[in-house]
Protein backbone atom coordinates (compact mmCIF):
# COMPACT_ATOMS: atom_id res chain seq x y z
CA UNK A 1 0.00 0.00 0.00
CA UNK A 2 1.13 3.12 -0.76
CA UNK A 3 1.44 5.92 2.45
CA UNK A 4 -0.95 9.31 2.18
CA UNK A 5 0.90 11.64 4.37
CA UNK A 6 1.19 15.69 4.46
CA UNK A 7 3.66 17.54 6.30
CA UNK A 8 0.94 20.00 7.86
CA UNK A 9 -0.68 16.41 9.13
CA UNK A 10 2.26 15.72 11.49
CA UNK A 11 1.97 19.34 12.72
CA UNK A 12 -0.89 18.25 14.67
CA UNK A 13 0.82 15.30 16.03
CA UNK A 14 3.03 17.37 18.02
CA UNK A 15 0.03 18.98 19.23
CA UNK A 16 -1.72 15.82 20.26
CA UNK A 17 1.45 15.31 22.23
CA UNK A 18 0.66 17.41 24.47
CA UNK A 19 -0.23 15.50 27.46
CA UNK A 20 -1.53 15.82 31.35
CA UNK A 21 0.57 16.55 34.04
CA UNK A 22 0.05 16.93 37.71
CA UNK A 23 3.02 18.36 38.66
CA UNK A 24 1.85 21.69 39.95
CA UNK A 25 5.41 23.09 38.74
CA UNK A 26 3.92 22.29 34.85
CA UNK A 27 0.84 23.68 35.66
CA UNK A 28 2.23 27.27 36.78
CA UNK A 29 3.97 27.23 33.80
CA UNK A 30 1.35 26.37 31.47
CA UNK A 31 -0.59 29.19 33.38
CA UNK A 32 2.28 31.33 33.11
CA UNK A 33 2.09 30.80 29.29
CA UNK A 34 -1.76 31.70 28.58
CA UNK A 35 -0.49 35.08 30.29
CA UNK A 36 2.13 35.48 27.87
CA UNK A 37 0.66 34.56 25.54
CA UNK A 38 -3.02 36.40 25.74
CA UNK A 39 -0.14 39.96 25.82
CA UNK A 40 2.01 38.84 22.98
CA UNK A 41 -1.85 38.34 20.90
CA UNK A 42 -2.92 41.79 22.32
CA UNK A 43 0.23 43.57 21.75
CA UNK A 44 -0.18 42.84 17.74
CA UNK A 45 -3.86 43.57 17.60
CA UNK A 46 -2.29 46.87 19.03
CA UNK A 47 0.67 47.55 17.22
CA UNK A 48 -1.01 46.72 13.72
CA UNK A 49 -4.54 48.53 14.84
CA UNK A 50 -6.58 45.33 14.43
CA UNK A 51 -9.78 44.83 16.16
CA UNK A 52 -10.05 40.96 16.46
CA UNK A 53 -12.93 38.52 18.16
CA UNK A 54 -12.06 35.97 20.89
CA UNK A 55 -14.38 32.89 21.22
CA UNK A 56 -14.62 30.47 24.19
CA UNK A 57 -11.85 28.79 23.17
CA UNK A 58 -9.33 31.53 23.99
CA UNK A 59 -8.99 31.83 19.81
CA UNK A 60 -8.64 35.48 18.32
CA UNK A 61 -9.82 36.42 14.77
CA UNK A 62 -10.07 38.69 12.27
CA UNK A 63 -11.92 38.69 9.42
CA UNK A 64 -10.36 39.97 6.44
CA UNK A 65 -12.63 39.03 3.39
CA UNK A 66 -15.98 38.19 3.68
CA UNK A 67 -18.50 35.57 1.50
CA UNK A 68 -21.74 35.54 2.71
CA UNK A 69 -22.93 33.39 -0.28
CA UNK A 70 -19.93 30.67 0.72
CA UNK A 71 -20.10 27.30 2.28
CA UNK A 72 -19.57 26.36 5.66
CA UNK A 73 -17.55 23.55 6.67
CA UNK A 74 -19.40 20.26 7.96
CA UNK A 75 -17.59 17.28 9.34
CA UNK A 76 -16.35 15.06 6.92
CA UNK A 77 -16.62 17.81 3.90
CA UNK A 78 -13.05 18.44 2.01
CA UNK A 79 -11.54 21.85 2.25
CA UNK A 80 -9.03 23.68 0.30
CA UNK A 81 -6.76 26.08 2.30
CA UNK A 82 -4.32 28.64 1.60
CA UNK A 83 -2.35 29.02 4.60
CA UNK A 84 0.64 31.27 6.05
CA UNK A 85 1.70 30.17 9.37
CA UNK A 86 3.85 32.56 12.18
CA UNK A 87 4.88 32.94 15.31
CA UNK A 88 4.32 36.54 16.91
CA UNK A 89 7.14 37.43 16.59
CA UNK A 90 7.22 37.03 12.52
CA UNK A 91 8.92 33.72 12.01
CA UNK A 92 7.30 31.86 9.28
CA UNK A 93 6.59 28.05 10.23
CA UNK A 94 4.73 26.96 7.54
CA UNK A 95 2.84 28.13 4.19
CA UNK A 96 1.19 27.19 1.35
CA UNK A 97 3.52 28.84 -0.67
CA UNK A 98 6.49 26.71 -0.52
CA UNK A 99 4.64 24.19 -1.96
CA UNK A 100 4.10 25.75 -5.70
CA UNK A 101 0.59 27.36 -4.35
CA UNK A 102 -1.37 24.57 -3.70
CA UNK A 103 -3.65 24.89 -1.03
CA UNK A 104 -3.98 22.38 1.95
CA UNK A 105 -6.63 19.57 1.08
CA UNK A 106 -8.11 17.46 3.59
CA UNK A 107 -10.73 16.55 5.75
CA UNK A 108 -12.72 18.85 8.34
CA UNK A 109 -13.32 17.71 11.53
CA UNK A 110 -11.10 14.85 11.43
CA UNK A 111 -8.76 15.87 13.87
CA UNK A 112 -5.54 16.37 11.48
CA UNK A 113 -4.91 19.58 12.17
CA UNK A 114 -4.01 22.06 14.54
CA UNK A 115 -7.18 22.44 16.72
CA UNK A 116 -6.78 25.99 16.68
CA UNK A 117 -6.65 26.28 12.63
CA UNK A 118 -9.33 23.63 12.83
CA UNK A 119 -11.27 25.92 14.97
CA UNK A 120 -10.95 28.42 12.94
CA UNK A 121 -11.99 27.23 9.71
CA UNK A 122 -15.45 26.10 11.45
CA UNK A 123 -16.39 29.79 11.71
CA UNK A 124 -15.62 30.31 7.86
CA UNK A 125 -17.14 30.04 4.50
CA UNK A 126 -15.49 28.79 1.22
CA UNK A 127 -14.09 32.61 -0.19
CA UNK A 128 -13.12 34.26 2.78
CA UNK A 129 -10.00 34.77 4.47
CA UNK A 130 -9.30 35.46 8.26
CA UNK A 131 -6.26 35.73 10.79
CA UNK A 132 -6.27 33.66 13.55
CA UNK A 133 -4.09 33.99 16.86
CA UNK A 134 -3.72 31.54 19.37
CA UNK A 135 -2.68 30.48 22.27
CA UNK A 136 -0.06 27.22 22.57
CA UNK A 137 -2.93 24.81 23.85
CA UNK A 138 -4.67 25.59 20.38
CA UNK A 139 -1.42 25.40 18.69
CA UNK A 140 1.78 23.27 19.19
CA UNK A 141 1.28 22.59 22.69
CA UNK A 142 4.10 22.25 25.50
CA UNK A 143 7.21 20.64 23.25
CA UNK A 144 9.43 22.46 20.61
CA UNK A 145 9.18 22.35 17.06
CA UNK A 146 11.18 23.04 14.20
CA UNK A 147 12.57 25.66 16.46
CA UNK A 148 9.07 26.93 17.87
CA UNK A 149 9.77 27.29 21.67
CA UNK A 150 7.20 25.20 23.52
CA UNK A 151 3.80 27.28 24.79
CA UNK A 152 4.18 29.44 21.66
CA UNK A 153 1.16 32.01 20.34
CA UNK A 154 0.93 31.23 16.64
CA UNK A 155 -0.75 33.84 14.08
CA UNK A 156 -2.13 32.02 10.81
CA UNK A 157 -3.08 34.03 7.92
CA UNK A 158 -5.68 31.85 5.72
CA UNK A 159 -8.26 31.46 2.88
CA UNK A 160 -11.48 28.69 2.60
CA UNK A 161 -10.82 28.06 -0.86
CA UNK A 162 -13.06 25.66 -1.31
CA UNK A 163 -15.65 23.12 0.70
CA UNK A 164 -17.20 19.78 -1.20
CA UNK A 165 -19.30 17.80 0.81
CA UNK A 166 -18.49 13.98 -0.08
CA UNK A 167 -21.70 13.72 -2.42
CA UNK A 168 -19.91 16.38 -4.81
CA UNK A 169 -16.37 15.07 -4.45
CA UNK A 170 -18.49 11.46 -5.62
CA UNK A 171 -19.86 13.60 -8.16
CA UNK A 172 -17.03 15.50 -9.61
CA UNK A 173 -15.19 12.36 -9.83
CA UNK A 174 -17.65 10.47 -12.23
CA UNK A 175 -17.95 13.59 -14.53
CA UNK A 176 -14.24 14.03 -14.85
CA UNK A 177 -14.41 10.63 -16.14
CA UNK A 178 -17.33 10.87 -18.03
CA UNK A 179 -18.83 7.55 -16.34
CA UNK A 180 -21.88 6.45 -17.58
CA UNK A 181 -23.53 5.28 -14.16
CA UNK A 182 -25.19 2.38 -14.44
CA UNK A 183 -26.90 1.87 -11.24
CA UNK A 184 -27.04 4.43 -8.08
CA UNK A 185 -28.30 2.56 -4.81
CA UNK A 186 -30.15 4.37 -1.71
CA UNK A 187 -27.39 3.80 0.12
CA UNK A 188 -25.90 5.93 -2.79
CA UNK A 189 -23.48 3.57 -3.65
CA UNK A 190 -22.75 3.75 -7.82
CA UNK A 191 -21.90 1.00 -10.20
CA UNK A 192 -20.34 1.56 -13.58
CA UNK A 193 -20.65 -1.42 -15.51
CA UNK A 194 -18.19 -2.21 -17.62
CA UNK A 195 -19.20 -5.49 -19.46
CA UNK A 196 -22.63 -7.03 -20.05
CA UNK A 197 -23.35 -10.36 -18.61
CA UNK A 198 -26.99 -12.26 -18.19
CA UNK A 199 -28.11 -14.45 -15.29
CA UNK A 200 -28.84 -13.55 -11.47
CA UNK A 201 -26.79 -11.13 -9.76
CA UNK A 202 -25.06 -12.93 -6.31
CA UNK A 203 -26.68 -11.58 -3.93
CA UNK A 204 -26.23 -12.64 -0.25
CA UNK A 205 -24.33 -16.04 1.48
CA UNK A 206 -22.47 -16.51 -1.79
CA UNK A 207 -18.49 -17.54 -1.62
CA UNK A 208 -16.68 -15.01 -4.60
CA UNK A 209 -13.38 -14.52 -5.97
CA UNK A 210 -12.90 -11.00 -6.71
CA UNK A 211 -9.91 -9.07 -8.40
CA UNK A 212 -9.56 -5.39 -7.34
CA UNK A 213 -7.98 -2.51 -7.10
CA UNK A 214 -8.84 0.25 -4.67
CA UNK A 215 -8.06 3.98 -5.14
CA UNK A 216 -8.61 6.94 -3.96
CA UNK A 217 -10.88 10.18 -5.87
CA UNK A 218 -7.23 11.36 -6.72
CA UNK A 219 -5.51 8.56 -8.91
CA UNK A 220 -3.69 6.93 -5.99
CA UNK A 221 -3.78 2.81 -5.34
CA UNK A 222 -4.13 2.17 -2.01
CA UNK A 223 -4.70 -1.92 -2.66
CA UNK A 224 -5.03 -4.51 -5.32
CA UNK A 225 -5.05 -8.15 -5.31
CA UNK A 226 -7.85 -11.17 -5.25
CA UNK A 227 -9.82 -11.94 -2.43
CA UNK A 228 -12.54 -14.24 -1.61
CA UNK A 229 -15.26 -14.23 0.92
CA UNK A 230 -18.97 -14.70 1.06
CA UNK A 231 -21.21 -11.90 0.31
CA UNK A 232 -23.04 -10.41 3.65
CA UNK A 233 -20.97 -11.76 5.90
CA UNK A 234 -19.17 -8.27 6.86
CA UNK A 235 -16.09 -9.70 5.76
CA UNK A 236 -15.66 -6.47 3.66
CA UNK A 237 -16.30 -3.08 4.28
CA UNK A 238 -20.10 -2.46 2.98
CA UNK A 239 -19.55 -0.50 -0.48
CA UNK A 240 -17.94 -3.10 -1.62
CA UNK A 241 -19.85 -5.94 -0.38
CA UNK A 242 -22.74 -4.35 -1.91
CA UNK A 243 -21.50 -3.93 -5.06
CA UNK A 244 -20.09 -7.37 -5.31
CA UNK A 245 -23.88 -8.57 -4.18
CA UNK A 246 -25.38 -6.50 -7.29
CA UNK A 247 -23.01 -8.28 -10.00
CA UNK A 248 -22.51 -11.71 -11.84
CA UNK A 249 -19.55 -13.94 -12.27
CA UNK A 250 -17.62 -12.54 -14.83
CA UNK A 251 -18.73 -8.96 -14.69
CA UNK A 252 -16.92 -6.21 -14.40
CA UNK A 253 -17.49 -2.56 -12.62
CA UNK A 254 -16.31 0.21 -11.08
CA UNK A 255 -17.64 1.07 -7.65
CA UNK A 256 -17.95 5.03 -6.03
CA UNK A 257 -18.88 5.33 -3.36
CA UNK A 258 -18.66 7.73 0.19
CA UNK A 259 -16.66 6.88 3.16
CA UNK A 260 -20.21 6.24 4.86
CA UNK A 261 -19.86 2.56 3.12
CA UNK A 262 -16.38 2.44 3.49
CA UNK A 263 -13.63 3.46 6.28
CA UNK A 264 -16.10 6.40 7.52
CA UNK A 265 -14.51 8.72 10.35
CA UNK A 266 -11.75 5.91 11.32
CA UNK A 267 -9.83 6.10 7.91
CA UNK A 268 -7.14 3.49 7.31
CA UNK A 269 -3.61 3.84 8.96
CA UNK A 270 -0.54 1.51 7.75
CA UNK A 271 -0.26 -0.54 10.82
CA UNK A 272 3.87 -0.77 11.01
CA UNK A 273 3.58 3.35 10.69
CA UNK A 274 0.55 4.63 11.73
CA UNK A 275 0.29 6.80 8.29
CA UNK A 276 -3.00 7.03 7.19
CA UNK A 277 -3.50 5.32 3.69
CA UNK A 278 -7.07 6.08 3.46
CA UNK A 279 -7.58 9.37 5.21
CA UNK A 280 -11.14 9.29 7.13
CA UNK A 281 -14.22 10.92 5.38
CA UNK A 282 -12.28 10.07 1.89
CA UNK A 283 -14.47 8.39 -0.84
CA UNK A 284 -13.55 5.37 -2.83
CA UNK A 285 -13.12 3.77 -6.11
CA UNK A 286 -12.88 0.27 -6.47
CA UNK A 287 -12.60 -1.36 -10.23
CA UNK A 288 -13.66 -5.11 -9.65
CA UNK A 289 -14.10 -8.49 -11.69
CA UNK A 290 -16.00 -10.78 -10.43
CA UNK A 291 -14.22 -14.13 -10.87
CA UNK A 292 -15.72 -17.12 -12.94
Known amino acids: MKRIQNRFFLLALVALSMTACNNNDLVSKEEDAITENEDNIQKYLTTNNLSATRDSSGLYYVVKETNPQGLKPGIG ?3 SVYYKMYTMDGYVVDSTETSKQKPLVFPFGAGLILPGIERGLSLMRSGESYTVLMPFYLGFGNVNYEGIPAYSAIRVEMTLDKVRTESKQV ?3 IESKQYAVSEITPSTLHI ?6 TGDTLGRGKQVTVNYSGKLLNGTEFDKGSYSFN ?15 RMRKGEKAILVFQSSLGYARRGAQNQQT ?4 ILPYAPL ?8
Do not use: K, L, M
Not at 274 to 277: E, F, K, L, P, R
Open 192 to 197: IRQNVV
Open 77 to 79: DEV
Open 171 to 173: TDY
Open 231 to 245: TGSGAVIPGFDEGIR
Open 274 to 277: GAYV
Open 285 to 292: VFEVEVAQ
